[in-house]
């Protein structure tokens, strides 16, 4: 069973873009934290939860592939899906899709949830096992 | 024989810093980024040359791997080497040393040279080769 | 009779807010800009008509006061009306009105029409004067 | 008796480029900061003493003014010197020249220094008034 898919839409405006006219890769990686946040937030893990329980993710890895540019107007989906969670280390997929369907950027990440004071990874706690999208309890 | 490791050197300010007082990993993009139009546009490659030929660079693939964190007033050194150019796709590493001499993060760039006016990948002109910094002719 | 005032919505997120944990300065002037395109964009003078006619608007004062910080999860409204257009030279005014219906920043842009071949400011045409919300013909 | 002038000099980069080639209003808001960090910083008021003393700087009033366009590779001059202390009010200049010592844009900030518990301005403490330039003690 896969776990759900989370879709955060955006238009591409001038702002987003470079002085090519297109969307420059940081900025990719910035469309993709406001989903995720729009994503974990919307399941309850904001920055207070983060604030209160002193665990918040941390980025272990990135990697992104660039299929299609992505220019001004376009109206985008960003979509979120956890592909695995084994052990300490979660790999969560994000990928954009155009009006037409076409996938233009897809990109894995490996994250874990990250203990603020003790700084070091810990095992998912529920509360963010359900905020990262796991359908089913871990076994 | 390896191909030149060229250097950059920046130091972390509290602008690079985001909400939870580190480099967020967007951040490590455009910083990559600097270093890279640093280092070309020190070969003879910039935006100019860009304009003058209607080639530029384009990035397919990016793969980086966080090991530590960066934070205020770290001086840190941007290293970039092409690996290798293979037809039309390059790859080109860059890394970040903190002072101790420890890898902060690696990345690994898939890049091409692409033709602005008919939106396509074009195999590496001459110029291009070498503010990539190729060491030798390709064979 | 006062010209219309554009209205444009904004959620302060997580990559709005800097090290400091509220909204910079500069953020202001970049949603700023996001509510300005928004609203000229709507009334048919995007990037496209930039390119085509070959004006575009250009920035030669900008006033801001602030008067309440802004922090996450605030729901703004980005308020912007023409104040007055004299010669080469407009005010517009923009400011940010919180959920409770207070102001938290007022900024007034001096603007102008600029010729981007001639590189100098020119007198308004009427789809500038259309775009940036002039309810009434000039004079 | 005036009070000094501090330098921070700077590149026009690829990075500080939008989409229409020149420097967007906001990254002058950006660089601005970035030399007022040095310059505090280099006197002693980085994010350390924040954090240890629970006093910011914070940014009342701002007021650009855009005198010659900056493009890519120019050599700017970022000055800053403060004007005058009042109350709890204080006046800094910041101004940028170009090579040829030319004025780019002038900004006075209206700024204070914040209890960032009690959440209001304070006086200035001497730490801050040697920070921010202030050449001889206030009467």
């Known amino acids: 069973m896969e776990n759900e898919i989370a ?14 006219g297109h969307v420059n890769n940081a900025v990719y990686l910035q469309m993709f934290e406001e989903a995720r946040w729009d994503v974990v937030g919307g399941r309850g893990y904001g920055l207070d939860m983060i604030r209160k329980t002193g665990h918040g993710p941390t980025i272990l890895e990135i990697h992104m592939a660039f299929q299609r540019e992505l220019t001004l107007g376009m109206k985008i989906d960003i979509r979120t899906q956890l ?9 969560l997929k994000q990928w954009i ?4 369907g076409e996938t233009c950027c897809t990109t894995d990440f490996k994250i874990g949830l990250f203990d603020l004071k003790l700084r070091k990874l810990i095992l998912p706690t529920p509360e963010w ?9 871990l076994v």
């Open 129 to 137: 096992l359900q905020a990262i999208g796991m359908s089913k309890p």
């Open 7 to 20: 879709s955060y839409k955006l238009v591409i405006k001038v702002h987003h873009l470079d002085t090519f």
């Open 97 to 100: 899709v155009n009006e037409a």
């Open 83 to 91: 592909k695995s969670y084994e052990g300490k280390v979660a790999v």
